[in-house]
């Protein structure tokens, strides 16, 4: 009965997932069956279309590729089917399926309790945190359903902390959570750093004994796990290591300064220890919603909790229950970031304390008050259900019409209560079905078909249902010129000087898009046609500009002359050239002479070699922004145009593949033994 | 400081002298309580703190009955 229901408002909330419609929504992205192949599990230091530039370095984010790119492989490319349906069975249903597990299993393995365990899938499943998350954010999404799960491994390391198989499981599975999110991994250790100082508070003795058992444990919960999970992850982590790049330093200074975590900071603390989200629900950034009491019982019934603990015998579960009492209240300390009470200990703690950088948006901490609440809601009102059972003047036979079933039903009542523009179908993002509109279907066929290379540049930005590949890597004008006022943008593009970067950068196409979701021209958060009217009459003016009818709405003006990928500007010579990979190219000169440079068109990185059997040239900057090789030899051959950092790539995934069989063969062999 | 602060730093003394079980947390769930009706009235103020010392109470609680926890085993 438990189980159908929880079924029955899973099919309510999310029946947009239960149908064949397109859903995309906030940073969920959208990919035509054309562009499948532009994924590959083979991770590579160097990508032009996971760049908002002219290519870049991505090892640092490499870790969401086995994530992003395993159900592409396997239901995209090997089974043909289409995003609609690799969407659904790759990502969204796991996400139901991990969610609904990972949260009934700690319930049930922490306090020994089948009946109401499935209550607390209900509410870490349906709070208005995730429900906020699953509007669009799928990595996130996925990585807070396994959170209970890797919490769980970790609790029981931690009470069992000499279990070698225990300790290689949870590093698999910290490895498994880092490979989807690493920044709600942090959460989840923090979480545990929590759990580890209690259990040591409350076994707290004052000998030798102790403290050496104090540093083994330690040793044995983090540092082992922690070292096992790095190797597993060295396939990004040694070439990010070794080139001394910092991800954040890429990201720039909107992420990473205090005043960003100040401007980040929407939810308040009623908000977040009432696991309200503040956008809640039209889920429109930036637009907080006004406190809605009601949530507040939320907080009354979780921790009520604690009037339990001293009627528990088991001094166990008096931890879990103070434990996941601490962790809520934390939580929904950190969730509101740097605002009042003392939201100046968020802020120092941003510039101070390692990892933290990763939480401009504070909104992630939600993840310990959902945790929380879903742990110790269902152990209070499972204690409230019998209290009221035993009571005598409570007392009435009836099997099913009594006063403890109707306060579990006016609970789960009042949980859905909260939750009703879910129930009633008002959110947002995946929970809307959208189509593609024909005019990007055309645009995609169209471009499919150009076999040269070419980029593409998107006024202001790219919509979600434009085509990009490694042939045509689709970049931001927004972020090529640096420049996030859409006017003042516009005038860059439209200006006589832009002429000249933009055939040299080898943009063939400039795009407006057609706002189809109305999430990219915007005048106080709402879409202005006016916008969208102005951009494209200003770039129809441009006289070096020529528009290509046959895409509706969609603006489409081709720049001539412009280059290639590769170029020379020497006389005489001639380049042909092959795409290998991102990270190779394969060029031919015919006529060279020595001293004569070829422009490989991607940002300049000095990684970039152009070597062959005579010769191996560094790259040189050319034009303050490319690549240039000079030829150290005349005639006729063949070169080859690497990017060295590769090879750190290919040392670590060596480490990485060797760590995962030697880990699983000792997990299987432990077990043999076992039995 | 407001009034607000005063009355709530005399409550938590007294209560700190007292030190009953679960008085600081049934006075923060108290808090949490009547903060409801101040936000459903707009009496954000109030309502807003109300939930901050709602917090506060339950932390000490927690502390406390942590701290029980570290004696009983002694």
Redesign the interface.
Known sequence: MKKILLFIIILLVFLNWFTLFTISGNDSPFFYNSMYSNYSLFPYAWSNIFSFNLGSFISPFSWIIIFNQLPILIFGQIFHLSWNIVERIGFLYPFLVISVFSSWYLFKKIFQNNNFAILSSGIFLFNTYILMVVGGQMEVAISYALSPLTLYCFIKLINDYKNKRIILLTSLVLALQVLIDPRLVFIVLAAVGLYFVLKQLIEFKNNKKFYFELFISFVLVFVIPGIISLLLHAFWLLPTVIYHQNPLNQLGSAFTTTNAVQYFSFAKFENTISLLHSNWPENIFGKVSFMKPEFLLLPILAFSSLFFVSKIKDNKKKIYILYFALLGLIGAFLAKGANDPFGGIYLWMFDHFPGFQMFRDSTKWYLLVTISYSMLIPFAISHIYELIKTHKKFSIKNKILNFQNIFVTLVVLYLLFLIRPAMLGQLTGTFKPSSVPEDYIKLERFLVSQKDFSRTLWVPTGQRFSFYSPNHPEIPAQDFFNLYNCSQLVEKVASQNTERLLQQSAFKYIIVPYDSQGEIFLTERKYDNKLYLKTINKLKTVKWLKQINGFGKIGVFEIADFKDHFWSSAKGISLTYKYVSPVEYSVKVHDAKKGDAIVFVESYDSKWVAENSKFTAQSTKFDNKFNSFILSSNGNYSIKIYYTVQDYVIIGLIISMLTLVVSLYVIILLKLNKK | MKIQDILFIIIFLGLLIKHK??WF?SL??LC??F??????FWI?FT??RL??Y??LL??V??IF??YK??H??D
């Open positions: 079980e679960n947390l923060g769930l949490f309580l903060a409801i009706p101040l936000f459903y954000f309502a807003e939930v901050w709602g917090g339950i932390l609680e927690i009955k942590l926890i570290m009983e085993k």
